[in-house]
Each structure stands twice: as structure tokens, then as C-alpha cells.
């Protein structure tokens, strides 16, 4: 009897943890498009250079996205990771079909 009672204890105490991690909300990132497309705006209407870079390596069969990540501000780049549907529908509409 008293074997018994010291397993419950622990295995008690284990389900009370799970229980309590598996009921705390996971909190996911949010997308907060505004300054994304304000960083691939300037790539693509004030920086001819980058803009040049970007449609030339696009045309070849570099990925837009990943291309868009080695020309924004590097503040820029995990916002763009996260957003990556928003980008990805945005690019499409300023005439760049997703990667495929």
C-alpha cells in the first residue's frame, strides 16, 4: 500500500503540469503587413538598383520572396518570414507569380 501511494504522488503532480502547459494558449505571430509592403515598395519604386537586382534574378527562377529577404532592412526580414502569404499575394499583384 504504501508503494502505491508514493507513485501517485509524482504521477499526480506530472499530470497536473501537462495539464496546465497543454491549457496555456500558444502565442503565434502575429503579421503586421503595413511596414512589410512599405519595405518591398521601396525596393521596387525608390531603389533602381535593388528593383534591377530583384527582377533579374527573379526572371531566372529565384525565389521572389527569398530574393525580397536579401534586399529589405534586416528588421524587415523576420516580419517578412511571418507575413510570407500576405507577401507572396502582394508580389503576385505587383506582377511576380509565386515560386513554385
Same mark, same amino acid.
Given at each position: 500500500m504504501l508503494v502505491s501511494d508514493v507513485f501517485r504522488l509524482p504521477l499526480a503532480a506530472l499530470l497536473v503540469a501537462v495539464l496546465t502547459i497543454s491549457a496555456t494558449p500558444v502565442q503565434a505571430a502575429t503579421c503586421d503587413f503595413a511596414p512589410v509592403k512599405q519595405a518591398i515598395d521601396n525596393v521596387f519604386d525608390q531603389d533602381?538598383?535593388?528593383?534591377?537586382?530583384?527582377?533579374?534574378? #527573379?526572371?531566372?527562377?529565384?525565389?521572389?520572396?527569398?530574393?525580397?529577404?536579401? +534586399? #529589405?532592412?534586416?528588421?524587415?526580414?523576420?516580419? +517578412?518570414?511571418?507575413?510570407? /502569404?500576405? #507577401?507572396?499575394? /502582394? +508580389?503576385?499583384?505587383?506582377g511576380f507569380a509565386p515560386f513554385h
Amino acid at each position: 500500500m504504501l508503494v502505491s501511494d508514493v507513485f501517485r504522488l509524482p504521477l499526480a503532480a506530472l499530470l497536473v503540469a501537462v495539464l496546465t502547459i497543454s491549457a496555456t494558449p500558444v502565442q503565434a505571430a502575429t503579421c503586421d503587413f503595413a511596414p512589410v509592403k512599405q519595405a518591398i515598395d521601396n525596393v521596387f519604386d525608390q531603389d533602381a538598383a535593388k528593383f534591377a537586382i530583384f527582377k533579374k534574378e #527573379v526572371s531566372e527562377g529565384a525565389d521572389p520572396i527569398a530574393m525580397m529577404e536579401r +534586399l #529589405v532592412p534586416e528588421d524587415t526580414r523576420k516580419m +517578412l518570414d511571418i507575413c510570407r /502569404y500576405q #507577401v507572396d499575394q /502582394y +508580389l503576385a499583384k505587383r506582377g511576380f507569380a509565386p515560386f513554385h
